[in-house]
């Protein structure tokens, strides 16, 4: 069953991927080296360890031009794979299959890239009863499949947009004079969500009493982590953000905050190694 991504619409991003690809001209490597009739059996194929995302996506992107491509599904998204371990089996028009290549691999190489980003994180807080977090830290146009290969690794999805959570950081308390009023004006507007960044301990108390549901904790130390986490003591959920890597998450975590956020899992994730190798059917 194909993956559900609300607000993504799979057929559009395949079209217009392969537009960008194909220009006016066309594959004319494809039109003029390999016989229109020409048919080959394709392996896509993980040459490292990695967590699998995008095969949906991939699969999409052969089936829009060769709706009769035989596809077989080797392993499955959200999969921890071994290095030079095959992915997808593919049989179709070969014209077609070497035109979708490079989509199909680039978008599954930059999903398992994330994906395999957030299962190391997700792993290094294992037993701390921490939850990792994404951020909006994603590429213009991908929000939604990135959080999804977030998803894939192991992690929560933080707010999707603008619109579906209030998200109070130090430019809004700079411009509406302080936490307090800031905080005050997001629940008097109706707002049900509205998290909170402080970066000292003496803004907590002003980001409750408004009516704070959701406290990020910008910045803030292992120690100061956990004076924090005692002050707000249960009353609204905890985040840890700002600057957190492999090296430091696990000892932000242990210190009792309910949730972890790291923008690198889609701002910084290397592309995993991913091919396809085609052989004569």
Known sequence: MPIDLPGFDIDQFVTATLAEDLGEGGDITSAAVIPADARFVGIMDSRDAVTVAGLDIAEAFFRHLDPEVRIERLVADGDRVSANTDLMRLEGNARAMLTAERSALNTVQHLSGIATMTRHYVD??????????????????????????????????????????????????????????????????????????????????????????????????????????????????????????????????????????????????????????????
């Open 124 to 281: 290094r807080i294992a037993g701390t009863g921490a939850i990792l977090l994404d951020t909006r830290k994603t590429i213009p146009g991908l929000r939604v499949i990135e959080k999804y290969a977030t998803r894939m690794g192991g992690a929560q999805n933080h707010r999707m947009g603008l619109w579906d959570a209030a998200m109070i950081k130090d430019n809004h308390v700079a411009v509406a004079g302080g936490v307090g009023p800031a905080v005050a004006r997001a629940k008097a507007a109706g707002i049900a969500r509205i998290i909170v960044e402080v970066d000292r301990i003496d803004q907590i108390e002003p980001a409750l009493a408004a009516g704070g549901t959701h406290l990020l904790l910008d910045n803030m130390g292992p120690d100061l982590l956990r004076e924090a986490v005692a002050l707000v003591a249960g009353r609204v959920p905890t985040e840890a953000s700002g600057g957190v890597t492999l090296d430091t998450i696990q000892a932000i975590a242990a210190t009792g905050v309910t949730y972890v956020s790291v923008g690198r899992l889609t701002q910084s994730a290397p592309a995993a190694d991913i091919g396809l190798d085609f052989a004569t059917a």
